[in-house]
């Protein structure tokens, strides 16, 4: 009778045992999402999953389907057609606390490898906008 109790802990330990942490996941897209003003001009872009739309002014907005890779060394990125999936531009990024930093070159002329306007390819610093 003494042994039922001793059998018994194993698996209540087990049943009550609080989750695991969940894993840190870095500079993923979910941190990118929110609303950023650019720095040089007040504009506007706003990031959501799968989705950014670049405020031109004048009630004018672009539209573009983003594909992000954190991982990649500098974190890059994709932006095309929301309807035929078309790539425009190729582009990486750095997210350090509220700023990002974006540099980008139309698709044909490759992804940029560095943050270097010297290099020909659009850099663009925004500022998170906060609630």
């Known amino acids: 009778m ?5 059998l018994l802990l194993p698996a209540l330990c087990v049943a009550f045992a ?13 941190r ?17 999953p799968r989705r950014m739309t670049y405020d031109l002014g004048t009630n004018n907005a672009s539209h573009y389907a983003l594909t ?5 060394s500098p974190a890059a990125y994709d932006l ?13 990024y750095r997210l350090s606390g ?5 540099c980008y070159n139309p698709a044909a002329d490759g ?3 560095g943050f270097d306007p010297a290099s020909g390819a659009l850099v663009e610093v925004f500022k998170r906008k906060k609630p």
Not at 2 to 6: A, D, G, I, S, V
Not at 18 to 30: I, L, Q, V, Y
Request: proline share 10%.
């Open 68 to 72: 992000t890779d954190p991982a990649a």
């Open 18 to 30: 609080p989750a695991p942490m969940p894993k840190d996941r870095g500079n993923r897209t979910e």
């Open 32 to 48: 990118l999402e929110g609303i950023w003003v650019r720095v040089s001009d007040g504009r506007v872009v706003e990031i959501a």
């Open 111 to 113: 992804r940029p490898t």
């Open 98 to 102: 509220d700023d990002l930093t974006m």
């Open 80 to 92: 095309a057609d929301v309807r035929t999936g078309q790539v425009y531009y190729l582009g990486v």
């Open 2 to 6: 003494t042994r039922l109790p001793l």
